[in-house]
């Protein structure tokens, strides 16, 4: 039986770019150019954990332009090609990405981990991540929603193993 890696999203296309099929997309990586790391993507619109669901695609030339890449992807020839693709998410294997250093962690790795406070209160799940000029910031939802920072001084322990999250955070944030 062959075990095969979860996908781990790396960005999305947009928008058709010309007529020559080729693609915007924006990616959700540390660096705007990080996805030309990887020659072989994977497209698709399901579960990331079912790799199956998804198409290998290899990207024939890419740019980057503002904060966004352009991208010509094999197979994918013409201006109604590309807008097919609208949506579809960018992503690699997991086995394919470097082991992040001590303390840091993927996006897609706290995506699900249960968060609460030292006082046991349960804020509810990460559902969301994104980046500010300052600092990362979790979406978090239970109860309501809180934008917690993702910041040593707020989140102090990450088990990604046992799922959970503890965090010095005041409930009525």
């Not at 740019?63 to 992503?91: E, T």
């Not at 394919?96 to 981990?113: A, F």
Request: hydrophobic letters at 40%; one cysteine or more; a negative charge.
């Amino acid at each position: 039986m062959q075990i095969v890696s979860e996908l781990v999203i790396m960005g999305r296309i947009v928008a058709p770019y010309g007529v020559y099929g080729w693609v915007k997309v924006q990616p959700a990586t540390e660096y705007v150019d990080s996805l030309f790391d990887y020659g072989r993507w994977m497209l698709g619109r399901g579960d990331p954990k079912q790799p199956e669901q998804w198409q290998s695609c290899e990207v024939e030339k890419a740019k980057v332009h503002n904060d966004l890449l352009l991208v010509k992807l094999q197979g994918i020839d013409d201006r109604d090609q590309a807008f097919s693709c609208k949506g579809m998410y960018v992503a690699v294997y997991r086995d394919e990405l470097p082991e992040p250093e001590e303390g840091e962690y993927y996006w897609s790795d706290l995506i699900g981990l249960q968060v609460r406070n030292q006082q046991e209160v349960d804020f509810g799940q990460v559902v969301d991540v994104f980046a500010t000029g300052a600092n990362d910031v979790l979406v978090v939802k239970g109860d309501r929603e809180r934008l917690v920072p993702f910041i040593g001084q707020v989140v102090l322990e990450v088990d990604t193993d046992g799922k959970t999250m503890l965090v010095d955070w005041d409930p009525e944030f």
